[in-house]
């Protein structure tokens, strides 16, 4: 097998290799070839020591951040490109970083260091490849194998546990069943990780096409993620509208959504509040009034310490907060909707409920699927004819209030709010004349109870 190498990294190993040095294109570039999958970077391992790739390099801007750990980037055509020299890992004490690195001239020593199979394959144009594992027949049966004994690999960086989960759940790999047993034994090892990188890994894993299984077989390592989706696992739903437990209703409903990290994390936590909110009637029907305040909580706790992005979060929970709302062909309802959670959240919405749907029993699944269609034509209406949902949207502003007399900035955000639900539930047009005196009457309404 021939893999295409790009003019610029064909470049550096022709250089690395004119000077005398060996020098591969290595791991996650050629597992991507070998797949036809287009690499986003092109990693080079040399047997150049770092000061010697600096030497062949001396005409490209260079940058040595890395040059301690063997790494050093060669900028061409404003793209860097890491050169890294063959290296033995010392102990892992931190199960994340080797605490020394000793630079070897065996490639094969190098290729022992790393995760799986899959990304111990080493290729140069003149010599082929550098296969010493048999990364590329578990590549032609989707397989994923550690290089070596698995719990050593894991004990080494526990953060190939959850990149083991996202290769699965990516490519579709099924996982060899030493390397599964392993990543169970070991999961308590991911409580040595960074946050920021769990959270990274995480959500690579959601994205990925093999996600509900993955969710479905390791849910014990997302649960030492995010132990509130634990009370899910086995909790049964006796109610028409499921016929699965919560557990694997979410894991269908992420399969079910397009591949977006925000939208994949929302259907993993969007019914986790359930199991505190049951309630079970005289007929033993199961109801979940409130799961999805209950949900927002528990899911701005989970991703808070996740330490995922604030407008991530504020996103996600409050999605999660309005997934369960039931659209009753009102553009009444729909505005006020629009107006608390925005209109990019409403749209998102609308993927989510579907997606929500789509994964419960075929219970009234037709007519829930229509009342979604027709929020989602009455929203676009909305939009395309400028309607008026938002306070901006008012024939009215603070500024006019304020040449009405009203200088309480307190009263004249209660106002405003108060003329745009006056609007929304057309009690009143979007007038300004007809703003202005309902805003003096809302005023002198609001003085009266100040002075009760």
Partial sequence: ????????????????????YDAYVVGGCVRDAVLNIEPKDWDITTSAKPAEIKDCFLNRHLISIGEKHGTIGVVINKKVYEVTTYRIDGDYNDNRHPDSVTFTDDLEMDLSRRDFTINAMAYNPEKGFVDPFNGETDLKYMALRCVGEPDERFKEDALRILRGLRFASVYNFSIESNTAVSIIRNKKLLNNISMERISSELSGILCGKNVSFILRRYKD??????????ATFDFAQNTPHHNKTVWRHITASVANIESNALLRMVMLLHDIGKPLALRTDKKGIDHFKGHNHFGAVLAKTALKRLKYPTKFIEDAVTLIEYHDVRFNDSKKQIKHVVNKIGEENFRRLIKIQRADVMAQSKYMREAKLKSINNAEILFEEIIKYKECYKIRDLQINGSDLIHLGINDGKSIGVILELLLDNVIDETIENDSIALKIKALEIYKDIIFKEQL
């Fill in 1 to 20: 097998m021939k893999i295409n190498i790009p003019e610029d990294v064909d470049y550096i190993i022709k250089t690395l290799m004119y000077n005398g």
């Fill in 221 to 230: 390592i997302i649960a030492v993620l995010i132990p509130e989706i634990v």
